[in-house]
Nanobody, 125 residues
Framework: QVQLVESGGGLVQTGGSLTLSCAAS????????LGWFRRAPGKEREFVASIRWTTGMALYADSVKGRFTISGDKANNTMALQMNSLKPEDTAEYFC??????????????????WGQGTQVTVSS
């Protein structure tokens, strides 16, 4: 059993930066994939970024590529999402999630078994 807790959300102006953190309790197997998803009001949950725990290979949604960076700290069982050049359309609730089997379809929320409670990010224009 894995529990995930996000932190670091808040209010920021357009062009600003925020770093989200995700702390995991329980064992994260090397084959796992950890990801960040977000859900804006009235929209479906969407993939943001993911990282393969064993290799550190990162994948990003086109909408955040070049602005967001995902990283993992295996020693401390934490994951971070550095968000730069934030835009109003990045406003959403952000969730970290874990897929114990690193499914090939990394952008599909249903492949992730464990989820955090979410942290709100609001970007003002």
């Amino acid at each position: 059993q894995v529990q995930l807790v996000e932190s670091g959300g808040g209010l920021v102006q357009t062009g600003g930066s925020l770093t989200l953190s995700c702390a995991a309790s329980g064992r994260i197997f090397d084959d796992s994939r950890l990801g960040w998803f977000r859900r804006a009001p009235g929209k479906e949950r969407e993939f943001v970024a993911s990282i393969r725990w064993t290799t550190g290979m990162a994948l990003y949604a086109d909408s955040v590529k070049g602005r967001f960076t995902i990283s993992g700290d295996k020693a401390n069982n934490t994951m971070a999402l550095q968000m730069n050049s934030l835009k109003p359309e990045d406003t959403a609730e952000y969730f970290c999630a874990l897929d114990p089997y690193a499914a090939a379809v990394y952008w599909r929320p249903s492949n992730y078994r464990y989820w955090g409670q979410g942290t709100q990010v609001t970007v003002s224009s």
